[in-house]
């Protein structure tokens, strides 16, 4: 069995890419003798490549899959979906239930890899994420994260971009982050706001437009410079993203979990104590 290479797929930017690569972690830990390949592809709602480069010390290989074609659609729109028999899903079905596909997406989902499973396909989203990973992830941002947080600044993380399209998903309500923006500079003497959003120009439009200081900057950089520049902050605000997530939960891992706030997520969130 030890000779059996398992590829961990995954779709997505790099907040799925984050999931994916804790999970191949903790597999490589498990089954130490058997090669483990990151399989990251770039079909879904939009063109994805890796953005995993700035990890040096990885124990498996990770693959880059172009897959993407221009016609992919959202998969959670049930209107896209075949309504005839698909003889490819009844092979999945006996591949999953024989366990030599698994999704891993759940802790429970997790136990269920055996030795013989040679794939997993999900999104590892709600399995619990090892704290030995977060020490990891940080050794590898270790040049780009600041060793001190910078007490002035709000950090906003607004995703927009493909939401702006998608008929299943909504933009997060600009007056819930006035809200929070509100309610923590009464508080506290932060003089700086920052808005990161893959759409800069709309999201300060319309955090503008519901009272958001005009003085607030806007900005569009890598996401991994994203998170590391948020996770310095004094203060942060994530919204409905995975890259959001990830920032609240390394900055819980390093103890700063009551300077930062993200909605609906509380089962997702590292419990730092």
């Not at 300060?204 to 900005?219: M, P, Q, T, W």
Request: charged share 20%.
């Amino acid at each position: 069995m030890k000779f059996l290479n398992l590829k961990v797929h995954c779709w997505g930017g790099l907040g799925s890419q984050l999931y994916a690569l804790a999970i191949a972690n903790a597999l490589k830990d498990k089954y130490r003798n058997r090669k483990i390949t990151l399989v990251l592809h770039s079909s879904g709602v939009t063109q994805r490549l890796s953005e995993l480069n700035f990890v040096n010390n990885l124990q498996f290989k990770i693959m880059q899959v172009n897959d993407f074609n221009g016609l992919s659609f959202d998969p959670l729109d049930k209107s896209a979906k075949s309504k005839y028999f698909n003889p490819k899903s009844l092979i999945k079905k006996i591949l999953i239930s024989t366990r030599i596909i698994c999704t891993g997406n759940t802790d429970l989902e997790y136990k269920k890899i055996r030795p013989w499973t040679l794939a997993l396909r999900g999104h590892y989203f709600y399995r619990t994420i090892e704290p030995s990973f977060y020490n990891f992830l940080l050794l590898n941002l270790n040049s780009k994260i600041t060793t001190s947080i910078d007490p002035s600044i709000i950090a906003i993380h607004y995703r927009m971009g493909d939401l702006l399209k998608l008929a299943t998903k909504s933009v997060y309500p600009v007056e819930k982050i006035i809200e929070k923006v509100n309610s923590v500079i009464t508080d506290s003497t932060y003089t700086k706001i920052v808005v990161y959003s893959d759409s800069p120009q709309e999201a300060k439009l319309a955090l503008v437009s519901a009272g958001l200081n005009e003085d607030s900057v806007a900005r569009d950089i890598e996401t991994i410079d994203v998170i590391c520049e948020c996770v310095s902050a004094g203060y942060f605000i994530g919204t409905n993203s995975k890259i959001s997530l990830w920032i609240v939960n390394i900055r819980r891992y390093l103890g700063l979990g009551g300077l930062s706030f993200v909605e609906s997520f509380d089962s997702q969130l590292y419990n730092s104590g």
